[in-house]
């Protein structure tokens, strides 16, 4: 029998990695993989590592890699050192698919493609497994032709049991007639994933390997090549995969989208990392919590082994609760940063200080920055304001008319605060013998353009005297 650790390994300081491939964007999935390594590793005073699996030269590109970088930085998953590429480091998977010819853990294989594809063609019409054994496992170095190419092979135990104590998915059993001899080095000379990944894990000093559990089944021939090399496998913990809210496989419909589409949409980092964090972990009946708390809290026991369900509705109210308790500075930075990147202008120093001081009231409906930055717009627009259809319509002869009154009373206002704001206004509707709203209600489309923004006064106050005057005055009769 042969089996992974089922504990942490002793005496070494825990070290987790993530390792995506560049072949496109770092996907939703992958940010979580890469959350929940991180979490584990921030937990236990470790190292989280990011090493990037570029052997397949044909699909990387460096474009992808920056892409993954971007992803891991606007996440706030910063990780210990150098980002790694794997492809860097082929000869040492050389040496190792070597060493194990040497030691007869792997067996060279001169079968070629066509007779490798006849063998499992037969397999397939006599409705036997579609693994191929080879006819070289068992001859001798006289057996061998002359200046041919070969492959190295894993001899694969074929009777007995390989065991996995996972973290999450608990023991995990395979039969080892199951279990192929799979390519450690193609008749190339280049490197498998499999063996790859089992170099550089070890050569790291990766301790717990997380990842997704369609990973499980690599888990087992990972094991054996460990064993092959006379290494100690990591402990592993396969963790479930991210559904859409209708529990197919999630796809781009579901939100399987690159995390650069989520900060474009206007979610804050924190907040994306407390929702991914609640996919399929939990700590309690916790929703809200802050990254502090995720990484005080997170272990790998609380992992549940159902897959998770994206929905967008419960990740747009998360990060209401984390705008709300955001500070209005670090509001007001992310929502500079947002207007460039939208308006490719920079928002204007007066725009900037008018934003901060209305952001308080901005932030209590808005569900994104996008939202809160639309909510914004009275304080970037310039004169004559545009309005919008429902806006048009509050902006009567009668509505006009009884601005061009209010804005006499408000010239006489001599402390330009909401209080004074509300004092003088609500006066006038009462000697009008007028509902609030029917004085609300047309201000706020002169001063807005919107039928809908933060409470009237505070916008009057953020946009102060002069501007409050000229708008009502450009729409007054």
């Known amino acids: 029998m042969t089996a992974s650790p089922s504990n942490t390994i002793q005496g070494s300081q825990v070290v987790t990695r993530f390792a995506p491939s560049p072949t496109g964007f770092l996907h939703i999935g992958g940010a979580r993989t890469a959350l929940f390594n991180w979490l584990f590793a921030r937990h236990h005073g470790g190292k989280f590592l990011l090493r990037i699996e570029d052997t397949d030269r044909a699909r990387s590109t460096s474009e992808a890699t920056e892409a993954i970088f971007a992803g891991m930085r606007w996440m706030g998953l910063d990780w210990d050192g150098d980002a790694v590429s794997q492809y860097s480091r082929i000869e040492r998977h050389v040496a190792a698919a070597r060493q194990m010819l040497e030691n007869g853990s792997a067996y060279r294989c001169y079968a070629t493609k066509e007779e490798i594809d006849a063998a499992r063609e037969l397999a397939k019409a006599e409705k036997r497994a579609p693994g191929f054994n080879s006819p070289w496992r068992d001859k001798s170095e006289a057996d061998w032709p002359e200046a041919a190419s070969y492959a190295i092979r894993l001899k694969a135990p074929k009777d007995g049991e390989t065991k996995v104590d996972d973290k999450v998915q608990g023991l995990v059993t395979w039969a080892n007639d199951q279990l192929d001899d799979l390519i450690l080095l193609r008749s190339d000379g280049v490197p498998t994933y499999m063996l790859a990944v089992v170099v550089d894990d070890h050569e790291m000093g990766v301790t717990h390997v997380i990842r997704g559990d369609d990973h499980l089944t690599n888990a087992a021939r990972q094991t054996l090549i460990y064993n092959g090399l006379g290494w100690q496998p990591p402990v592993f913990a396969h963790i479930p995969l991210i559904h859409g809210p209708d529990g197919a496989k999630l796809s781009k419909r579901h939100g399987a989208l690159g995390v650069d589409a989520y900060e474009d949409m206007g979610y804050l980092p924190e907040a994306m990392r407390n929702y991914l964090a609640r996919l399929s972990w939990s700590h309690g009946d916790e929703e809200f919590f802050t990254t502090d708390q995720a990484i005080e809290w997170f272990g790998l026991e609380a992992i549940g082994k159902s897959a998770a369900r994206f929905d967008f509705d419960k990740l747009e109210n998360l990060n209401g609760l984390h705008i709300r308790a955001a500070s209005n500075e670090y509001l007001t930075g992310a929502c500079v940063a947002r207007y ?27 569900k994104t920055l996008n939202e809160l930055l639309d909510t914004a717009g009275y304080i970037f627009a310039e004169r004559p304001i545009s309005f919008d259809e429902k806006a048009q319509k509050q902006l009567t002869d009668d509505a006009r008319s009884m601005l061009g009154d209010l804005t006499e009373k408000l010239r006489t206002v001599t402390s330009w605060n909401t209080e004074e704001l509300e004092t003088v206004t609500k006066a006038f509707a009462e000697q009008r013998a007028l509902k609030l709203g029917k ?38 009769a």
């Open 340 to 366: 460039r990147k939208q308006a490719a202008v920079k928002m204007t120093e007066k725009q900037r200080a008018d934003l901060l001081s209305a952001m308080t009231a901005l932030k209590e409906r808005a």
């Open 439 to 476: 004085i609300l209600q047309p201000l706020r489309a002169v001063l807005t353009g919107r039928t809908v923004s933060p409470g009237m006064y505070d916008v009057m106050v953020t946009l102060g005297r002069d501007e409050t005057l000229a708008r009502i005055s450009d729409h007054s």
